[in-house]
Every structure is written in structure tokens, then in C-alpha cells.
């Protein structure tokens, strides 16, 4: 049987495109969920929370910070794309967010990462922008677009 942290795994292998150098390891993951502060949401192929013996569409991985929290990774397998399941992992995160004290949450993206419509329609603007702060595995430089989404 998978443990959540095998779920993740299993949804970052297929989530993202080598070509960002985007996807997390292992370490990294279970590294920040051993700081305490950090918070992950599995979801189901129905859009629901994750249940014993399903397997994961897709997850977020975020920071609590001071009336903060900080989205580090939204991902869904590609199979299960353009079903609302994105959008309901932000959902789910946006409650459990707010209700470990956040009034906003916070990201930050590539530039032209196609999520951009997704944050928009969900409620995120942008408040900033780091020139050149990425860079790919094959040397390109790319800006970091910075968003806030109020939780009320
Ligand atoms: C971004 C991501 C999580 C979206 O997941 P999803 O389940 O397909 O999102 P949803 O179905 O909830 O999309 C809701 C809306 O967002 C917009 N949207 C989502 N993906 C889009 C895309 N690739 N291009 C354009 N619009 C998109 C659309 O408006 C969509 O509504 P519609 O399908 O009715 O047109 C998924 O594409 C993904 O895992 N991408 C790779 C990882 C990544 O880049 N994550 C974000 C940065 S960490």
C-alpha cells in the first residue's frame, strides 16, 4: 500500500515537465514536511480528499508562515487534467489555510507557466516579479511572477 508520501512522489513523477526542473525529490519533500510548518493535500480522481486504498490525482505541498501560507507545489497527473481538479486542491487549501489562521495565500510561478489561468480565475493577482530568478536545466533564464489571493 502507498503512504502519502509515495502518493506525492508517484503524482510529481508524472506532473511536470523535465524541461523546468521543476519536480522535487524525495528528500526534499520529506524534508519540509519534517519542519512542521508545512502542509500537504492529496486529492482523489473524483476531486474529493484522498481515502484509504485510492490512488492520487493530484496534491499541494504549502507553508505556514505568519497569517501566510505559501503554495511550494500544486500538481495533477496529467490524465486527470482539466477535470477541476486543480481547482478543487485550492479549495481544499484555501479552507485548511485559513483555518491554521492565513489570510492570504501566497505563490510564486515561472513566467508562462499555463497555471497562470487557473490562479486567475481562482482569485490570485499579482503582486511581484523576480527578473531571471529561474533557471532551467539547459541554462535558460526565466522570470518568477509573484501572486496573493485573499482569504476572507
Ligand atoms: C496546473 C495544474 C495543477 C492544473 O490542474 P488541472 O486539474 O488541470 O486544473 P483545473 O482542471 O482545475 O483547471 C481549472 C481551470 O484553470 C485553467 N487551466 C488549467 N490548466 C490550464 C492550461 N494548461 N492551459 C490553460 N488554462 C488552464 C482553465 O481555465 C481551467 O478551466 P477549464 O478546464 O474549464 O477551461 C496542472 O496543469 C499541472 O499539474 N501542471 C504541472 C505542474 C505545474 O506547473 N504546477 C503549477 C506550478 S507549481
Redesign the pocket.
Known amino acids: 500500500m502507498l503512504d502519502d508520501l509515495d502518493q506525492i512522489m508517484a503524482v510529481m513523477a508524472t ?2 515537465d523535465p524541461a523546468w526542473g ?1 519536480a522535487w525529490n524525495r528528500r526534499q519533500v520529506e524534508d519540509a514536511l519534517t519542519l512542521g510548518n508545512c502542509h500537504y493535500f492529496l486529492v482523489s480522481p473524483e476531486g474529493k480528499p484522498l481515502t484509504e486504498g485510492e490512488i492520487a490525482a ?1 496534491f499541494s505541498l504549502s507553508r505556514t508562515g505568519y497569517e501566510e501560507e505559501e503554495l511550494l ?4 497527473d496529467p490524465q ?9 486542491i485550492l479549495d481544499a487549501l484555501r479552507f485548511a489555510a485559513g483555518a491554521r489562521g492565513a489570510k492570504r495565500l501566497l505563490l510564486e ?1 515561472r513566467r508562462g ?3 497562470e ?2 490562479y486567475a ?1 481562482f482569485g490570485f493577482y499579482a503582486i511581484g516579479e523576480r527578473k531571471d530568478y529561474y533557471r532551467t536545466p539547459n541554462g535558460e533564464r526565466i522570470d518568477a511572477l509573484t501572486f496573493a489571493c485573499d482569504i476572507d
Open positions: 506532473a511536470f521543476e493530484g507545489l500544486l500538481a495533477v486527470f487534467r482539466r477535470k477541476g481538479l486543480g481547482r478543487s510561478m507557466n499555463s497555471a489561468s487557473l480565475t
